[in-house]
Each structure stands twice: as C-alpha cells, then as structure tokens.
C-alpha cells in the first residue's frame, strides 16, 4: 500500500513540475507579448525614447572611437620622431662615425643615422625632382660645389622614451667632439616634434574627457525619458494592472511587459547608433588619413570579426540603459501603489 502512495505521490509531483514549467513558459510568453504591443501602442512615446537613447548611444561610439584615433596617432609620432643634430659643413664620415658610436652608447637611444654634407644635397635632390627650375639651376657643377658647401651634415637619433632627452642633452652639452664640430647657428631639434605630440595628445584628452562628460548628460537624459514614458504608460494602463493585481497576477509578471518594452528601445537604438557609427566612421575615413592620422587601431576592429562584437556591445549598452530606467519606474509606482493600500486599510 505504501509503494503506491509513494508512486501516486511522485507522479503528482512530476504532473505538478511539468503544470509549473507549462505556466512559467505561457507567462513568458505573455510578457514578452505584451511588451511588443505596450512598445507599440506608445509609438510616439518610444520614438521620442529611441532617439534620445541613440544619441547617447554615438556619443558613446564617436568618444570611444576618438580617443583611440588621436592616441594611436600620437603613438605612431612617438614612434617616427627623432631628433637631428646638425653639424658643420664638410664634417668627415670619420668624425661623425666616432660621435655615432658615442650616442649609440645611451641606453635610450634606439637609432643613429649619420649623413654627410654629399648625402644631404643628393636628399635635397631627391626631395625636388618635381621642381624643374631648380633641377636646372643645380645642374651646374660650381652650383653643386656651392650648395654642398653650405649644407650641414646631420645625425638622426631615434629614441625609446622621447620624453626622457637628458642622455642625449648631457652627451651633445659636454661631450668635445661635439661641442667642436656642432652648427651653433642651428640647434638640435628636441622640442619641435614633441610639441606636436603633445598637441594631439591634449586633444585625445578633450575628445574623451568631453565625450565622456556628454554621454553621462545624454545618459542621464536617456534614463528620465524612458522613466517617464514609462510612468505614463503605467498610469494610462492602470486599470489593467488593478485587474492583474485582483486575478492573482505577482509583480515580476507586471513588471515584465514594461521591461520589454524598454529594452525593445533599447536594443533598436543600439542597432542604429552601431549603425551610424560604422558607416560614419567609413565616410571620414579617408579624410583622417589624408590629415595622417592613425586609424589602424580602429580599422583592425571594425574591418574584422570583432565588428559583431561591438554591435552587440553597443546593443547590450542600450538594454541595459532601458532595463534601468523602466525598472526606477515600475519601482517607484509599485511601492507607491503598495503604500496606498496600507493606508486605505
């Protein structure tokens, strides 16, 4: 008798299980439903929603994506730049090899290139090939000669740190060859390419400290509008959740269609910004690199398979902003629905 009560007992509890999973599965079902048709009903509310949300949403793409560019190109500056000393005309190869070798010796020093006077005017040829005028006024030989004698032989140095220059400053201050054979009318080149990093690096600050200053304000906008548009769909459909509240309905079912229907704005407003920030960034494009800024780091992204990754990121970003929002509200109105019941007992 008591191995078919225990059988009878777990055949009510498997019947039960599969009637909770059935119930749970409808209720989602429902819920998800409902959203779509509250997201459609509130068209002009959710346009208005949408909007504001992918504009939070580009300013988030644009910041991300400038700061990246601008710090990228500074890096590759930092990587091209080096800096010149110029010495005097008609210094030997021999002089400029032994000053080579004694800058080679700091550990910050990555490069020497030596060039003589004869090598910099067969640059400055190379240079002007275009210039037929000129090609012609330098075909002389005592033109030649003149022109050599007037161009100073040069030694590049490329460094690890650009920052740190004390090395290279203490060997050119004290060192005797140096001091002997340097132009003194045309000083080593420390500062001329550095202000230009330092330049772009202020303005990949600016770029993000500005973005991020404008997403946290369209952010903020982003959220009070959802809320709102979702207190007004609450109050415009009070009357349904009354009669939710009197067939037995709990609040995460309530709840649930106002989620959806937040994060149904959400994830459109990620599709578009995504959108208009790819397609954007392909039309300047071409235009940045004409200014030779660096756009690779971005290009390695968006050109890969890692550009799915950051649509789904950018559409997650605008659930969750949606998830937020529509649940400060649908907070708010339960609490206050719950202590108005309190007081009318």
Sequence with gaps: MSDSKAKSTKQNLKTMSKTSKAHKLRSTSRIFKYGAIGFARNVWLSIASTLVMTITLVILFVTIIASAILSSTADTMREKIDITIYFKPGTSITALGEMASVMSGDENVKSVEVSTSEEEYDKFLADNTDDQALMSALDDSAMREL????????????????????????????????????????????DVNRAEIETITSWANIARNGGIILSIIFLAISILVIFNTIRMAIFSRREEIYMMKLVGADNSFIRGPFL?????????????????????????????????????????????????VVFLVIIAIGILIGTVSSSLAIHKYLRGNKKRHKHKK
């Excluded at 149904?264 to 407003?269: K, L």
Aim: glycine share 6%.
């Design 147 to 190: 022109m050599i004698s007037t161009m100073q032989a040069t030694m590049r140095i490329k460094l690890y740190d650009i920052d740190d220059l004390s090395g290279i400053e203490n060997i050119v201050d004290n060192n005797r060859i140096f001091i002997t054979t340097m132009d003194q009318n045309k000083p080593p080149t420390y």
């Design 260 to 308: 959806i229907e937040a994060q149904i704005c959400g994830a459109i407003s990620g599709i578009i910004a995504s959108t208009i920030g790819y397609f954007g960034f392909h039309a300047l494009a071409p235009h940045l690199k004409n200014y030779g800024i660096n756009i690779s780091a971005i290009t390695d992204v968006l050109e890969t398979s890692w550009l799915v």
